[in-house]
Structures are given as C-alpha cells and as structure tokens.
C-alpha cells in the first residue's frame, strides 16, 4: 500500500518554520456488512484538551446507525 503525500498550501515560511494549510482528507474507512441507516447526524467526538499537540490527538466522528 502506497502512502500519498497530503496536499497543502503553504501560508507563512520564516527560515526553518513553515506554517501549512492542509486539505481535508479521508484517514480510515469502515465499511459495515448488513442492512444499516444512518439514524442522526454525525458528531465530532474530542478526547483531548485543546492544548494537546495537533499530533497526539484522538478524535473520532461518531454516526448513529440502527439496523432496517
């Protein structure tokens, strides 16, 4: 499995720094066996405080289902 590199623009670069703006993007797909709907809109769930590095959070987006 290949690893794309992900698109970005960049906004601001002062010597070693270099401030990015990277488009949205799919991480994970599940794909569920069976006859399901999606009951409600999804929701945003986050499990850490806001100042946790960008790179040690754990977010989710969470989509009620109920069987047909």
Known sequence: ???EEA???VLKKQ?????REY???IV???V???DFEATGDPVWARYNAPFTPWFMRRN???IPIAPL
């Open 1 to 3: 499995m290949a690893i």
């Open 7 to 9: 698109k970005y623009t």
């Open 15 to 19: 010597d070693m720094l270099e401030i």
């Open 23 to 25: 488009e949205p993007s």
């Open 28 to 30: 994970a797909e599940v």
């Open 32 to 34: 569920v066996d069976g």
């Open 60 to 62: 989710e987006i969470l």
